[in-house]
């Protein structure tokens, strides 16, 4: 950089056109060192892992890490390291830059997910705003998570760290008798509050605590209280099912008599859930995020396939195909599921005739039963790339038949992309041991555990288009900027 000084938020990285990114935006174990390209004005080494292994060489506790886009990240604990590794860039004949942690600036403890590079994703235009003042907010802005359990508070972090505040202090724990507490330990009146809650394993105690910490907030005479659910729970309960009812209804009117004032939630099961609520509900879309993962980190992704693995899911696979410009399959006849209309709310009278109940020339017809056709994949996908889509992968057993249906007609890699990875019960040995290559979720549910079983489940992370949202709500702006080209159906 010569003599010209720059500012630790001002490193720049990028493949394309030398757009800028800060520090911040790029999660990691350790930040600090940047190898830069020549579009931004720096260089970046030609083989980044050979490079990688040259500065490992500098000293103990120095951490290196090759980012998606090739540029590299380290991390020096000394003044020393800082020179040696300077010293290793100008042999390599490679300008660097480097600049040492300050207290408190090393994140710690936040697993490895594929960030996406920054602009967000499918915003052609500018928004407006420096880059510089993406994280900054006006006074008055509190961020609590609400869940109890570690594993899921990575998320509220991550999103912290990006608006440049702390989250709040709250004590949310179970008594002896499960019973949930939740204590606030900071002044909240008059503030704008945002909960974050990411659904555990045990939903309904998920459940509880937003409810509790938003009465509490209310209680405390917070100005307006924002709830954050990336997943909205019970999502697949919102159609009536014989004798049942409709669940996601009944959990949107317990949110809004708690207190809350809005809801930001994401790709939710069913887009009528929002008029479930009462309050403005912004539904994000994690759509552009793996599209851009298709892009940057599926090789030869010209020669795929949108997959739809049920005729319920073609307007999804519909979307991502039009704007990758591939082609589109569907796969008919399977199993029914769940969501099928044999067991919605206008099957729920009984089927048996009754003598005498109404006069023999005004009996009501019956509905021809549905009979489930042979599979068939409509559309070609012989010697292509199959990526399946969807909203949610829960009971992987549907995508595991039609991984099988697929390499059967001759597909010869498949991926699985979704934004809500639940992965219950035993889904990452089956997807282990099944035909699927990868399984690409968004880390709006926690599964760490899931991916320690099987390597086959990557992470997409979505805290930025979260973070953003809460700026933009905090600060009184338009919201419009995270859904330019989204259409009804995306």
């Known amino acids: 950089m010569g003599k010209q000084e720059q500012n630790q938020d001002d490193f720049p990285y990028s493949e394309e056109g030398g757009k800028r990114i800060k520090v911040k935006d790029v999660e990691a174990h350790r930040i600090i060192f940047k190898m830069k390209d020549e579009a931004a004005g720096g260089f970046k080494a030609e083989n980044p892992l050979k490079m ?25 604990r000394s003044e020393q390291q800082l020179g040696q590794a300077r010293k290793i860039g100008k042999i390599r004949g490679k300008k660097v830059d480097a600049i040492i942690p300050e207290e408190g600036e090393v994140n710690e403890g936040l697993s490895a997910a594929w960030v996406p590079r920054d602009p967000l994703p499918e915003c052609g235009e500018s928004s407006g705003l420096d880059p510089k003042d993406m994280n900054h907010t006006k006074g008055g802005l509190v961020i609590f998570t609400a869940n109890s359990h570690p594993s899921s508070r990575e998320l509220s972090k991550r999103i912290a760290e990006r608006l440049g505040v702390e989250l709040g202090k709250v004590q949310v724990y179970q008594e002896a008798n499960r019973e949930t507490r939740v204590q606030i330990q900071e002044s909240v009146r008059g503030k704008d509050v945002f909960v974050i809650q990411t659904v555990s394993k045990d939903v309904n105690t998920t459940i509880m605590e937003m409810l509790i910490m938003v009465y509490a907030c209310r209680t405390s005479c917070a100005r307006s209280i924002t709830g954050v659910l990336p997943y909205f729970p019970y999502s697949k309960q919102c159609k009536m099912r014989k004798r049942g009812s409709i669940v996601s209804k009944l959990i949107a009117s317990m949110m809004c008599k708690a207190g809350l004032t809005h809801l930001i939630t994401m790709d939710l099961h069913q887009k009528e859930i929002q008029g479930f609520f009462n309050i403005p509900v912004d539904n994000l879309r994690a759509s552009p995020f793996l599209l ?22 073609a307007k999804r696979a519909q979307s991502f195909a039009e704007r990758l410009r591939l082609g589109i399959a569907v796969i008919h006849g399977e199993a029914q599921d769940a ?6 709310g206008r099957h729920s009278p009984p089927t048996v005739k009754t003598t005498g109940a109404i006069h023999p020339s005004m009996e009501i017809p019956l509905l021809i039963p549905k009979e489930k056709p042979p599979i068939t994949v409509v559309g070609d996908v012989g010697g292509r790339i199959a990526i399946i889509v969807d909203d949610i992968i829960d009971d992987v057993d549907s995508f595991v038949a039609a991984a099988e249906t697929l390499k059967e007609r001759g597909a010869y890699k498949i991926y699985v992309m979704a934004t809500h990875g639940i992965l219950s019960s035993d889904a990452p040995r089956l997807i282990e041991e099944s035909a699927i290559d990868e399984v690409v979720v968004t880390n709006t549910m926690p599964h760490e555990l899931q991916k320690l079983q099987c390597p086959k489940i990557k992470t997409v992370d979505i805290s930025m288009i979260l973070s953003e949202a809460i700026r933009r709500i905090h600060n009184g702006e338009s919201m419009s900027y995270l859904f330019r080209n989204i259409g009804v159906d995306d």
């Open 52 to 76: 990688a292994e040259s500065l490992k060489c500098v000293g103990e506790g120095i951490d290196v890490r090759v980012l998606p886009n090739g540029a590299l990240l380290v991390i020096c």
């Open 292 to 313: 851009q993962y298709i892009q940057e980190e599926i090789p030869d992704y010209r020669n795929a396939v949108i997959v739809a693995k049920s005729p319920s899911s």
């Open 339 to 344: 969501e099928s209309d044999q067991v919605d």
